[in-house]
T-cell receptor
């Protein structure tokens, strides 16, 4: 895949455990945040989003938390499965409608 | 609905050449954004087109350009290719109304030799 992982932090978890992936964003004026999952050889896939007027949003097996005070986002994945293995990116919308600013990414490795 | 499609999927060029990449957005989407992804720099915003007009631009040299057609399909062009232009080029689309998810295509992998 594109993210060879030269400098990507890696989170290793056992199948069935919960995973927490963290992200620090850069712009206190950003008002929309998205988590993407990227598997090898594919484009980023939308997981969940959150607007700045919210602190928490839940989806199916995923929860995103937003702490605007410290400019921090986290993605929680419940009951992690081998199919969750991928690189995860947070992205913030800043400076215009569709200008996504991406974090560096975290590689999630799920072991059976 | 069909997803975002990009052509070609793979491309090999030599330094000094130019290249044109194509992106077809999801039906009904009017905004197309382009991103460059490299291991060293990660995902970086190139530009966004909405209704045939460039609405946002990232910090890339003028060798990188794009356009959008009336059917919302978009092309990006890179002239005078450099080795450092080797990357995965991704396009994404949405309605363009603000605070919406962008849906990505599979990308075009460009290798410059």
């Amino acid at each position: 895949g594109e993210n060879v992982g030269l400098h990507l932090p890696t989170l290793s978890v056992q199948e069935g455990d919960n995973s927490i992936i963290n992200c620090a964003y850069s712009n206190s004026a950003s008002d929309y945040f998205i988590w993407y999952k990227q598997e090898s050889g594919k484009g980023p896939q939308f997981i969940i989003d959150i607007r700045s007027n919210m602190d928490k949003r839940q989806g199916q097996r995923v929860t995103v938390l937003l702490n605007k005070t410290v400019k921090h986002l986290s993605l929680q994945i419940a009951a992690t499965q081998p199919g969750d293995s991928a690189v995860y990116f947070c992205a913030e919308v800043s400076g215009g409608y569709n200008k996504l600013i991406f974090g560096a990414g975290t590689r999630l490795a799920v072991h059976p | 609905k069909a997803g975002v499609t990009q052509t070609p999927r793979y491309l090999i060029k030599t330094r000094g050449q130019q290249v044109t990449l194509s992106c077809s957005p999801i039906s009904g989407h009017r905004s197309v954004s382009w991103y460059q992804q490299t291991p060293g720099q990660g995902l970086q915003f190139l530009f966004e087109y909405f209704s045939e007009t460039q609405r946002n631009k990232g910090n890339f040299p003028g060798r990188f350009s794009g356009r959008q057609f009336s059917n919302s399909r978009s092309e990006m062009n890179v002239s005078t290719l450099e080795l450092g232009d080797s990357a995965l080029y991704l396009c994404a689309s949405n309605l363009g109304q603000g605070q919406e998810t962008q849906y990505f295509g599979p990308g075009t992998r460009l290798l410059v030799l």
